[in-house]
């Protein structure tokens, strides 16, 4: 969490030695006694740089000459220490399979299949576009899924994209339904269309179910939309907003 924050504060790549000075000045060391034989200050870098390896593993910061960078904005003014949890399990699995993997002598089966091609996952931007994709406008955003009452609350710069994205984790090899775009609002900067996520789900903290998503009938979404926006506008001092 730390870490994540002076990456984003810093808006640029920075050396491990500035993230550690920013954290020692935002008053973010960790206090505790080091353990037995261990120097206090490289115990301090030590925790920061297995932190930092665990957000580069989770595809959220990478290196870039030295210098660590943020390349998922988005993700990292999101992260809670509970998605944390998830993420470091998670990297913590994914490491065990590819342990494994290599330890295996025998090859796999390939199994040959008719449809779409298997992804690698999201490619980690460039650090010059994320600058330009953060200094830009982002759009909050509200899908629902098919008919349902369910609702996915969040913000993004290129909200058909995000769209996209979400909906090739839904297997629509079933017939179900697709998440389908109903609310957006544009905002001249990400923090604002992120403040206006905030904004939503605390208003649905009774609907609320798991992660950014909440069971609520359309009609209350939009009154909380139209209000929250309302809200936002007011505490950013922004005059105008595009409407959905």
């Not at 790549?13 to 490289?42: F, I």
């Not at 988005?74 to 065990?96: G, Q």
């Not at 994209?161 to 909906?167: C, D, F, H, K, T």
């Not at 069971?215 to 939309?225: D, G, H, N, S, Y």
Request: glycine fraction near 6%; proline fraction near 5%; charged fraction near 25%.
């Amino acid at each position: 969490m730390a870490v994540a924050r002076a990456l984003v504060s810093s808006g640029e790549p920075v050396s491990p030695s500035k993230v550690y000075a920013w954290l020692e000045t935002n008053g973010l060391r960790r206090t505790g006694t080091a353990p037995s034989g261990a120097v206090s200050d490289q115990q301090f870098q030590k925790e920061i740089r297995f932190a930092r390896q665990e957000l580069a593993d989770g595809r959220l910061v990478r290196s870039i000459n030295g210098r660590w960078a943020a390349v998922q904005i988005d993700e990292l003014l999101r992260l809670t220490p509970d998605r944390a949890r998830e993420m470091i399990s998670r990297n913590r699995r994914d490491r065990e399979d590819r342990r494994s993997k290599g330890e295996q002598t025998a090859q796999a089966s390939v199994l040959r299949h008719s449809g779409p091609s298997p992804t690698t996952g999201p490619r980690p931007s460039e650090w010059t576009s994320i600058m330009r994709r953060t200094d830009g406008r982002a759009s909050t955003y509200a899908f629902r899924f098919g008919e349902t009452n369910l609702w996915k609350i969040g913000f993004a710069s290129r909200v058909d994209a995000r769209l996209r994205e979400v909906n090739r984790h839904v297997p629509t090899e079933l017939g179900g339904s697709a998440w389908a775009k109903v609310h957006t609002t544009q905002w001249p900067s990400q923090l604002a269309a992120y403040a206006m996520e905030q904004e939503v789900l605390q208003r649905l903290t009774r609907e609320r179910t798991v992660f950014e998503r909440a069971w609520c009938t359309p009609e209350r979404l939009k009154a909380i939309w139209g209000s929250a926006r309302t809200a936002i506008a007011v505490q950013q001092r922004i005059s105008h907003v595009a409407q959905d």
